[in-house]
């Protein structure tokens, strides 16, 4: 199951960011006042067409370790949970208990 969820997440992350490239492009050419009137248009039409699916999709952090997607650590890529686990079997360095 963990695998299906990051491949999942992993093709996601990619067809975002081609949708991404993609509305950059299509805002580059808008804003460029040499086009033909027309032709702006059905750009413009474009831009609002992938708008829509842009943000039908979210893609979540997940742990690397556990596949969890709550409170994941945008540094580490683990979940609390986990990271504490690592830190507790010393299998991460350079971190220290605070009190």
Do not use: W
């Amino acid at each position: 199951m963990t695998k299906y969820l990051n491949s999942k997440d992993n093709s996601n992350r990619f067809k975002l960011n081609n949708i991404y490239k993609k509305l950059i492009l299509y805002k580059f050419l808008f804003k460029n006042e040499n086009y033909p009137n027309n032709l702006r248009f059905k750009i413009m039409l474009n831009i609002q067409d992938i708008s829509k699916s842009f943000y039908e999709s979210k893609i979540k952090n997940r742990c690397f370790h556990s596949t969890k997607t709550r409170s994941v650590y945008r540094i580490s890529g683990l979940s609390k949970a986990s990271f504490k686990d690592k830190l507790s079997n010393s299998q991460m360095n350079g971190f220290k208990k605070a009190s």
